[in-house]
């Protein structure tokens, strides 16, 4: 169920404007070590598409895997009383790899450390760099993107809803409010 839009920061072009700028700033690093984990759910998509992105730029094809880190977060026991458990998918080895770990919103930094703790698990990467598309402030950890498609700190009563035509049946990014308990 698509929550009430306050505001539309970005539509089908937008993003796809802005994983493109995105992908080109993985490409102009070196990408010649670079995996590429999306974290469940939204970052997935993201993942693939900017791996698409880096491919058809650069030439070179990347690996895609996928983390759930519901299991690692520090509120598991205390906000989810049925946890939406989704797959974890990495196909290949992360030891000695450069990871690009890809999430939509970074909020308080809670959720990329769950990931980090997820990561470690299935091995020792060189180094882990974090993809997010929209920065939404009030981070409680230090905790900050080294890609970031755009920065829009929210207010108390609202959150961002990146949606992706691969499950939302359309592409945008959008202001919404929270929902009342």
Same mark, same amino acid.
Do not use: C, W
């Given at each position: 169920?698509? !929550?009430?839009? *306050? !505001?539309? @920061? @970005?539509? *089908?072009?937008?993003?796809?404007?802005?994983?493109?700028?995105?992908?080109?700033?993985?490409?102009?690093? %070196?990408?010649?070590?670079?995996?590429? $984990?999306?974290?469940?759910?939204?970052?997935? +998509? $993201?993942?693939?598409?900017?791996?698409?992105?880096?491919?058809?730029?650069?030439?070179?094809?990347?690996?895609?895997?996928?983390?759930?880190?519901? &299991?690692?977060?520090?509120? &598991? #026991?205390? =906000?989810?009383?049925?946890?939406?458990?989704?797959?974890?998918?990495?196909? &290949?080895?992360?030891?000695?790899? %450069?990871?690009?770990?890809?999430? %939509?919103?970074?909020?308080?930094?809670?959720?990329?450390? /769950?990931? @980090? /703790?997820? @990561?470690?698990?299935?091995? #020792? +990467? !060189?180094?882990?760099?974090?993809? !997010?598309?929209?920065? #939404?402030?009030? #981070?409680?950890?230090?905790?900050?993107? %080294?890609?970031?498609?755009?920065?829009?700190?929210?207010?108390?009563?609202?959150? $961002?809803?990146? =949606?992706?035509?691969?499950?939302?049946?359309?592409?945008?990014? &959008?202001?919404?409010? $929270?929902?009342?308990?």
């Amino acid at each position: 169920m698509k !929550s009430k839009v *306050k !505001s539309q @920061l @970005l539509d *089908k072009k937008g993003l796809k404007d802005t994983i493109q700028r995105v992908a080109e700033n993985i490409i102009s690093t %070196d990408i010649s070590n670079v995996v590429i $984990i999306g974290m469940q759910t939204r970052g997935v +998509p $993201i993942a693939e598409r900017i791996a698409e992105m880096i491919r058809k730029k650069s030439g070179k094809k990347m690996k895609v895997g996928v983390i759930d880190v519901t &299991f690692y977060r520090d509120d &598991f #026991r205390i =906000r989810l009383k049925q946890p939406e458990i989704q797959l974890s998918d990495i196909p &290949f080895s992360i030891d000695e790899k %450069d990871i690009i770990l890809v999430d %939509d919103v970074i909020y308080t930094g809670r959720t990329v450390r /769950a990931a @980090l /703790a997820a @990561l470690m698990d299935y091995g #020792r +990467p !060189s180094s882990i760099k974090l993809v !997010s598309l929209v920065d #939404r402030g009030h #981070r409680e950890l230090p905790i900050q993107p %080294d890609f970031n498609g755009l920065e829009h700190k929210t207010k108390s009563d609202e959150e $961002i809803q990146v =949606r992706v035509e691969e499950i939302d049946g359309e592409d945008g990014i &959008f202001v919404v409010p $929270i929902p009342k308990k």
